[in-house]
């Protein structure tokens, strides 16, 4: 049986008596599997220690060990009582571990923030390294999975000190309760045994698959638009924490969750049969980013706009390519055209004085030349008048240097001064010869052989990526139309950029030698 097909079965029997929980149950699975850590967010009795009830069961011969913290829960609750027997006639401080976190495969553990610190300390070893310490010696635990609950995130007060326990755990989820009616009405009325082994035994997970699988999952590929989407989330990230707004509001991710992170992206590749993590897997990354439930939109929106701006944008940038086919057009241009552009200089309609072009005022429109000329980038008070004597002038107004040339400003308006042609603009075009044209041929199939070459890489993405889109365990196929968004424009950019090149080739091929007048 198929690794995908044997989890599939497996998460559908874990699944037996649990209504809308299956995405919490796939993403305990997964965590799992990839030797991680998992937080649940939840008011009470939404099924969180249910979920870890009914995964021991995904492992051959699974224990579970779960306990619901307090203010005054001592490490005997969690880790075993000190031996007695070893203490007396041996004078070792050891705990007699069996039934008890350290010999559990499945340990959920409950209001995990009530918790004192030497457990929480302990717990760190544990999470992490898979060991602890019991006496003298350091023992090796089978824990498989770790799920802690809460209904409430870190007080504020401590959030400092259980800083390094909270980014032990990788995935963090909301849990809510039942919505449709129809589920309700089935967990309220059919009888349900959580303690009853529902899982077949030829689909559990055996102490040999899970290190097998773990050798394979640490040589899973990472494509690259996988790394680019990582560090285009990284930037977007740091552009959020920048703003002043979220001062208080930083999304901390470490270099050390990075890094599970990517593993538990391989690790979902891995169970859904594929030798690569692909753009879909990306999706996981938005339930390990939050550190406030404040956090869970914006982080998921984060991780959704870089795959879908860029998963694959990065692999197929087509800057370069279209900064060439400026100066392609640039340099046929430059070899074809003679431009001599139109030129003109202020008319002088009456003497002494210039008009002013299209101005509102009916009369107010003629400036002296003295005046004009006198004119500079600060405002100073102007006469403006309204015939070209000066027995009749108007009013005194605000006036400047314009931006452009012939221009004023008016109490903060541009106008034009009124000019005449003193020289028509003329382009002349040359018809390129045969060896140029042949040139210039050439360097458009090498644009189109570039352009061929990344539709057909993309089309490989298009192949391999679309037959896994809506199949992935662990994730909503609903994500999958924004990936088939993303790779419609990213070959519609393509598409645009050889419409662009023929359109190049199309006019240096109609050319001829002419003049014409410029407007």
């Given at each position: 049986m198929?690794v995908?097909?044997?989890?599939?079965k497996?998460?559908?029997?874990?699944?037996?008596?649990?209504?809308?929980?299956?995405e919490?149950?796939?993403?305990?699975?997964?965590?799992?599997?990839?030797?991680?850590?998992?937080?649940l967010?939840?008011?009470p009795?939404v099924?969180?220690?249910?979920?870890?009830?009914r995964?021991?069961y995904a492992?051959?011969?699974?224990?579970?060990f779960?306990?619901l913290?307090?203010r005054?829960?001592?490490?005997?609750?969690i880790?075993?009582?000190?031996?007695?027997?070893?203490?007396?006639?041996?004078d070792?401080?050891?705990?007699?571990v069996?039934d008890?976190?350290?010999?559990?495969?499945?340990?959920?553990?409950?209001?995990?923030?009530?918790a004192?610190?030497s457990?929480?300390?302990?717990?760190?070893t544990?999470?992490?390294e898979?060991?602890?310490?019991?006496g003298?010696q350091?023992i090796?635990i089978?824990?498989?999975?770790?799920i802690?609950?809460s209904?409430e995130?870190p007080?504020k007060?401590?959030?400092?000190?259980?800083?390094?326990?909270?980014?032990?755990?990788?995935?963090?989820?909301e849990?809510?309760g039942?919505?449709?009616?129809?589920n309700?009405?089935?967990?309220?009325?059919?009888?349900?045994?959580s303690?009853k082994?529902?899982?077949?035994a030829?689909?559990k997970?055996?102490?040999?698959?899970?290190?097998?699988?773990?050798?394979?999952?640490?040589?899973?590929?990472i494509?690259?638009?996988?790394?680019?989407?990582?560090d285009?989330?990284?930037?977007k990230i740091?552009?959020?924490?920048?703003k002043e707004?979220?001062k208080?509001?930083?999304?901390?991710?470490?270099d050390?969750?990075?890094?599970?992170?990517?593993r538990?992206l391989?690790?979902?590749a891995?169970?859904n049969?594929?030798k690569a993590?692909?753009?879909?897997?990306c999706?996981?990354?938005k339930?390990c980013?939050?550190?406030?439930?404040t956090?869970?939109e914006?982080?998921k929106?984060i991780?959704?706009d870089s795959?879908e701006q860029y998963?694959y944008?990065l692999?197929f940038d087509?800057?370069?390519l279209?900064?060439?086919?400026?100066?392609?057009?640039?340099g046929?241009?430059?070899e074809?055209?003679?431009?001599y552009?139109?030129?003109e200089d202020?008319?002088?309609?009456?003497?002494?004085?210039?008009?002013l072009?299209?101005?509102?005022?009916?009369?107010?429109?003629?400036?002296?030349?003295?005046?004009?000329?006198?004119?500079t980038?600060?405002?100073?008070?102007?006469?403006?008048?309204?015939r070209?004597?000066?027995?009749?002038?108007?009013?005194i107004?605000?006036?400047k240097?314009?931006?452009?040339?012939?221009?004023?400003s008016?109490?903060?308006?541009?106008?034009?001064?009124?000019t005449?042609?003193t020289?028509?603009?003329?382009?002349f075009?040359?018809?390129?010869?045969a060896?140029?044209?042949?040139?210039?041929?050439k360097?458009?199939?090498?644009?189109?052989?570039?352009t061929?070459?990344?539709?057909?890489e993309?089309?490989q993405?298009r192949?391999?990526?679309?037959e896994?889109?809506?199949?992935n365990i662990?994730?909503?196929?609903?994500?999958a139309?924004i990936v088939?968004?993303?790779l419609?424009?990213?070959l519609?950019?393509?598409e645009?950029?050889e419409?662009?090149?023929r359109?190049i080739?199309?006019g240096y091929?109609r050319?001829?030698?002419?003049?014409?007048?410029?407007?």
């Amino acid at each position: 049986m198929a690794v995908k097909q044997r989890i599939q079965k497996l998460l559908k029997e874990l699944n037996t008596g649990i209504y809308e929980k299956e995405e919490v149950m796939a993403l305990s699975l997964l965590s799992a599997v990839a030797g991680e850590s998992i937080f649940l967010l939840g008011a009470p009795g939404v099924a969180k220690s249910l979920i870890a009830r009914r995964l021991k069961y995904a492992f051959e011969r699974g224990k579970a060990f779960e306990y619901l913290m307090n203010r005054f829960s001592t490490p005997d609750e969690i880790f075993g009582p000190v031996s007695i027997k070893e203490l007396k006639e041996r004078d070792k401080y050891e705990r007699v571990v069996k039934d008890y976190l350290p010999a559990a495969d499945v340990v959920f553990l409950d209001e995990i923030w009530k918790a004192g610190s030497s457990i929480q300390n302990s717990l760190l070893t544990v999470i992490n390294e898979k060991k602890y310490r019991n006496g003298a010696q350091e023992i090796d635990i089978p824990m498989k999975a770790l799920i802690s609950a809460s209904n409430e995130l870190p007080d504020k007060d401590k959030k400092k000190e259980l800083e390094a326990l909270w980014d032990r755990f990788l995935i963090r989820l909301e849990v809510e309760g039942i919505k449709e009616k129809s589920n309700f009405n089935l967990m309220i009325s059919e009888k349900l045994d959580s303690y009853k082994d529902t899982v077949s035994a030829d689909v559990k997970i055996t102490s040999k698959d899970f290190v097998e699988w773990s050798e394979v999952i640490d040589k899973i590929e990472i494509p690259e638009n996988v790394f680019n989407v990582i560090d285009v989330i990284r930037k977007k990230i740091q552009l959020h924490n920048d703003k002043e707004v979220n001062k208080d509001n930083q999304i901390y991710i470490s270099d050390r969750r990075w890094r599970k992170i990517v593993r538990l992206l391989r690790t979902s590749a891995f169970l859904n049969d594929r030798k690569a993590v692909d753009l879909m897997d990306c999706f996981l990354i938005k339930d390990c980013l939050w550190n406030e439930d404040t956090q869970i939109e914006t982080v998921k929106k984060i991780v959704n706009d870089s795959i879908e701006q860029y998963g694959y944008k990065l692999q197929f940038d087509l800057k370069s390519l279209k900064d060439e086919l400026h100066e392609f057009q640039e340099g046929i241009e430059k070899e074809t055209q003679i431009i001599y552009p139109r030129e003109e200089d202020l008319a002088d309609p009456i003497s002494g004085y210039y008009e002013l072009e299209n101005y509102p005022a009916t009369n107010d429109k003629f400036i002296s030349k003295v005046n004009y000329e006198q004119l500079t980038s600060k405002e100073q008070d102007v006469t403006l008048y309204s015939r070209h004597s000066t027995s009749y002038p108007s009013n005194i107004w605000q006036i400047k240097k314009g931006k452009d040339e012939f221009n004023i400003s008016v109490n903060g308006t541009e106008h034009k001064i009124k000019t005449t042609i003193t020289k028509e603009g003329r382009q002349f075009t040359k018809k390129p010869n045969a060896f140029t044209e042949a040139a210039w041929d050439k360097e458009v199939d090498r644009y189109f052989t570039v352009t061929t070459q990344q539709k057909n890489e993309l089309e490989q993405y298009r192949k391999k990526d679309l037959e896994y889109l809506r199949t992935n365990i662990f994730v909503n196929p609903d994500w999958a139309d924004i990936v088939e968004s993303h790779l419609k424009e990213a070959l519609k950019e393509i598409e645009i950029c050889e419409v662009e090149i023929r359109a190049i080739q199309n006019g240096y091929k109609r050319l001829e030698t002419e003049e014409i007048v410029i407007k």
